[in-house]
């Protein structure tokens, strides 16, 4: 017999993308979206999937995501953010594995398809993203960290090739807003711990862009791959001269 499972999200203005999301896995017994008073039509959206809604002021990616499981009523749980979706394969092995059989883990990874402006993005170690996202709730923390929050599980953890579909970025202002909001958030995170001056301020962001666009074969995927170094090498940069700022103040 099936187990049942919960999906938890969290949204903040996600009306765009929130559809798709829930379409994705309206089969699941449970879906818990948590909001952080969107000013759109994310919460009118959410309803037409869920009646389990809970408006939270927003307190960090973190914080958020362990309100959201507090929520779920069941031992098994699938985290999902607004721009990601549960492809018909992934769909079938939790339903018909994870669920339906009798195995000795407590959560998986899973293999994300990361796009970037609707192109599926092989290199820059996009092509290698594994996850865990798939848990039981009795066994899983989540880490406190400001950006790039995850699930660590006390147990033993599979592995899931079925795709989690990520459509991370759908245009160039997205990609401007995002790399903004994250090295505002890492930086914080960061400058009791790590210094920054003129070296690293000058030489981080080329070494990364080298890193993505030829260590990690970001040009198998062509100007996407470049595109996308250049995103990293920027991203890199604000951090170090956000840390340097957040020095100075300090």
Not at 70 to 86: G, H
Not at 143 to 160: C, S
Not at 182 to 200: D, G, H, R
Request: with cysteine.
């Amino acid at each position: 017999m099936r187990k049942p499972i919960s999906v938890i999200i969290i949204t903040k203005n996600e009306e765009k993308k929130l559809k798709e999301c829930l379409e994705s896995v309206k089969w699941a017994e449970e879906i818990v979206v948590v909001d952080a008073k969107s000013e759109d039509n994310t919460i009118k959206i959410a309803r037409e999937y869920t009646d389990k809604i809970f408006v939270h002021e927003w307190t960090g990616f973190s914080n958020q995501k362990n309100i959201a499981l507090s929520y779920a009523t069941n031992e098994w749980n699938l985290s999902l953010d607004a721009d990601e979706r549960v492809s018909h394969e992934l769909r079938n092995r939790i339903q018909d594995y994870v669920l339906s059989t009798t195995h000795d883990f407590d959560g998986f990874y899973v293999k994300r398809d990361n796009y970037f402006l609707g192109k599926k993005i092989r290199g820059c170690g996009w092509g290698k993203d594994f996850q865990i996202r798939i848990f039981r709730k009795s066994k899983t923390t989540i880490t406190n960290r400001l950006v790039h929050e995850g699930f660590k599980v006390d147990g033993k953890v599979g592995k899931i090739y079925e795709s989690l579909i990520h459509l991370s970025y759908s245009n160039f202002n997205e990609v401007i807003k995002k790399i903004n909001h994250y090295s505002s958030l890492e930086a914080l995170e960061k400058f009791t711990k790590k210094k920054s001056n003129i070296f690293t301020i000058i030489f981080y962001p080329p070494m990364y862009f080298f890193q993505h666009l030829i260590l990690r074969y970001g040009f198998i995927d062509g100007i996407y791959g470049f595109f996308i170094s250049i995103m990293h090498a920027l991203t890199k940069f604000l951090v170090q001269i956000k840390i340097w700022e957040l020095q100075r103040k300090s």
